[in-house]
């Protein structure tokens, strides 16, 4: 299995809702990662978890909290959310950790857009 | 500080014709790891190629070639004899060796394949 799964692939959210998304990977990877990308952008890392311990936030708001519960699993809790974040938020998962090379592998992302 | 430059923000070209995508990167390690990514309409980020500092050769991979030439900073991506599914965005990464996992991505480039 070399791929990572995303769920749901649409979201649509009002600004006092409380929702989650999943990211899965099996292929062993121990960091995973979130990114968001708005239109014509390029990904923005949010947060790094690397052996299930978030090793980087890149100065994100608390109504994004990540969750590592297992190797393979990495959700994204949204709450309170701004109409400015409504974008295509990415995951993906590397082989390697800090320090080396490895190439990330990305997931088919969550369209979300907040009401 | 690390940045990655796309100057060709969209190129469109005739199927079948062969195209270049520019990638110049700007870092102070003398260790990094520079990536092409493609991202087609679906979202998903596809990893294409993960190419070290110490490696200066070239690469083919059937229509895809990658030209990494240090002395000028470039990570250049040709694509022969290029088809419709060619169509997408091209995203040019770099990571250190050293320090944390962010990639640093360029602002892509969009190319068009014209049938």
């Known amino acids: 299995d070399t791929e990572v799964t995303q769920t749901p692939k649409h979201l649509v959210m009002g600004m006092t809702n409380k929702k989650s998304l999943k990211c899965e990977q099996h292929m062993g990877h121990r960091a995973m990662y979130w990114y968001k990308q708005k239109a014509k952008k390029p990904p923005e890392l949010m947060f790094v978890y690397s052996y299930e311990k978030l090793s980087i936030n890149e100065s994100v708001p608390s109504r994004f909290s990540p969750e590592c519960p297992n190797s393979s699993l990495l959700n994204l809790h949204l709450h309170a959310l701004q109409p400015e974040d409504s974008a295509l938020y990415l995951c993906?998962?590397?082989?390697?950790?800090?320090?080396?090379?490895?190439?990330?592998?990305f997931g088919p992302g969550t369209r979300l857009t907040v009401l | 500080a690390q940045k990655v430059t796309q100057a060709q923000t969209e190129i469109s070209v005739v199927e079948k014709e062969d195209v270049t995508l520019d990638c110049v990167y700007e870092t102070r390690d003398t260790t990094y790891y520079l990536f092409w990514y493609k991202q087609p309409p679906s979202g998903e980020l596809v990893f294409l190629i993960r190419r070290n500092s110490f490696d200066e050769q070239n690469e083919i991979s059937g229509r895809y070639s990658w030209n990494f030439q240090k002395s000028t900073s470039s990570f250049n991506f040709t694509i022969t004899a290029s088809q419709v599914v060619d169509s997408a965005v091209y995203f040019c990464?770099?990571?250190?060796?050293?320090?944390?996992?962010?990639?640093?991505f360029g602002t892509g480039t969009r190319l068009t394949i014209i049938p």
């Open positions: 990464a770099l990571k250190s060796n050293f320090g944390n996992e962010k990639l640093t």
């Open positions: 993906a998962s590397s082989p390697e950790n800090s320090g080396v090379g490895g190439e990330q592998f």
